[in-house]
């Protein structure tokens, strides 16, 4: 198996290094800053292309001589690989697996209905498939030595000579966090049974927003209908990997903790010390989580104001 990771200005997206690891640590990088994003990586065959762009009709065709060998390619399912995957899939003339969380030699297990079903695919032929990030989890071995990157070429391309039908990425725009998709928020703000209204979740949308997080929920919230499914976490919901995870009002059931891949950094907010996602937290907060919410709220609100005024002197500043 052969993982195809495209990275923009040397940095790896996320679930790349669980696609890198699914295949065994070989892995072709590719895109601009390839080498850099590869020696960061844990693998035993890396290769690196550099390319100036994202082009995905193109990236594919110039890819297709250096994976037709493998019988199985594994992209993150993160945008640019969902973009490059089907594309990729259709030069080789071969099926697409998508929304994997597992790949092996001979098909994949799917995910699919939000999540909550998991089809098991066996595929007799090559195939290529995507890797929903944040499920596989990597080991990160300490002290290890940085890989060998083999650095290689590919047919050159350009705007220029693009077909008609070729997708230009004319601008990148920053996400919205509060209508990111879960799976791919860097910091998620979440509540659960611990909140005490749907108004309560309003004021936790703009506090989180406020701190660039997204925002999401248990399955008690969403069976309330507070929050839409696509913002629940869990076993039944989505299951995410985000850098930063603030639990408010949320006791742990293994339902939705199931969820949560692998947080860097966990903050747990609940009136109960010994609840279990106290236990996993880096940082209790023994509180109401209302109270907390509350609080931040009026911070926010605080430091927007005083923007606000320090924006408006420094104009009539300049105006005298």
Not at 114 to 125: C, K, L, P, S, W
Not at 251 to 257: F, K, L, P
């Amino acid at each position: 198996m052969l993982a195809v990771v495209f990275v923009r200005d040397g940095v790896v997206p996320s679930g790349g290094d669980e696609t890198v690891a699914e295949c065994g640590g070989r892995a072709i990088i590719c895109g601009p800053g390839a080498a850099a994003a590869a020696a960061t990586l844990t693998g035993l065959d890396l290769r690196a292309v550099e390319l100036a762009g994202f082009h995905p009709g193109a990236v594919a065709a110039a890819l297709a001589p250096l994976v037709d060998d493998d019988d199985v390619v594994v992209l993150p399912a993160r945008p640019d690989g969902r973009d490059l995957a089907p594309r990729l899939a259709h030069v080789l003339g071969r099926r697409l697996l998508a929304g994997a969380i597992h790949v092996t030699e001979n098909g994949a297990s799917l995910a699919r209905a939000g999540g909550r079903e998991i089809h098991d695919v066996t595929v007799g032929e090559p195939f290529v498939a995507t890797l929903v990030p944040g499920v596989r989890g990597i080991e990160s071995p300490a002290g290890d030595p940085p890989p060998e990157v083999r650095e290689l070429s590919v047919t050159a391309f350009s705007v220029t000579t693009l077909s008609d039908s070729e997708t230009e990425v004319t601008e990148i725009l920053p996400p919205d966090v509060t209508t990111m998709d879960l799976t791919e928020a860097p910091r998620i703000f979440s509540g659960g049974a611990g909140l005490d209204s749907s108004e309560r979740f309003d004021q936790l949308v703009a506090v989180a927003a406020g701190l660039g997080a997204s925002l999401g929920a248990t399955r008690v919230i969403t069976d309330r209908g507070w929050l839409p499914h696509e913002r629940q976490i869990g076993t039944t919901g989505a299951v995410v990997s985000p850098q930063l995870y603030v639990a408010f009002g949320i006791s742990g059931a293994v339902q939705h903790t199931a969820g949560l891949g692998d947080p860097e950094h966990v903050i747990s907010v609940n009136t109960d010390p010994h609840c279990p996602m106290m236990q996993i937290a880096d940082l209790a907060i023994v509180s109401d989580a209302n109270a907390v919410v509350d609080e931040l709220a009026k911070r926010l609100s605080a430091t927007e104001a005083g923007a606000a005024t320090g924006t408006a002197a420094a104009a009539a500043g300049a105006a005298g």
